[in-house]
């Protein structure tokens, strides 16, 4: 069963920087498609960015292009995701997933989380 963690989370002004990290500790990650979702408080969980196995495909949500940029290191075993000019709206927890077969669309492993608050 492929374990997922995140890291990276915390607490951080508006146009601040943070960059969450996803990890694996018993198998490698290149054989996976990886996204990053949140959730915040009363809202559904949307995708936020997605990586394709290669790395050769990526997509982000409207809502973060041009401030996020997804990244992996294979050997490494890590997904990064590297937010800058985060805004309060971007407040909620952070989830990485993977799949072995289907790129950003329901994917079957999914980590426990990591909160990100952006306010002053």
């Known amino acids: 069963q492929l374990q997922l963690v995140e890291s990276g989370g915390g607490l951080v002004q508006p146009g601040g920087s943070l960059r969450l990290s996803c990890a694996a500790s018993e198998f490698s990650l290149n054989y996976y498609h990886i996204g990053w979702f949140r959730q915040a408080p009363g809202k559904e969980r949307e995708g936020v960015s997605c990586?394709?196995?290669?790395?050769?495909?990526?997509n982000y949500a409207d809502s973060v292009k041009g401030r996020f940029t997804i990244s992996r290191d294979n050997a490494k075993n890590t997904v990064y995701l590297q937010m800058n000019s985060l805004k309060p709206e971007d407040t909620a927890v952070y989830y990485c997933?993977?799949?072995?077969?289907?790129?950003?669309?329901?994917?079957?492993?999914w980590g426990q989380g990591t909160q990100v608050t952006v306010s002053s």
């Open positions: 990586i394709s196995r290669s790395a050769g495909s990526t």
């Open positions: 997933a993977a799949d072995p077969f289907t790129f950003c669309r329901s994917p079957k492993y």
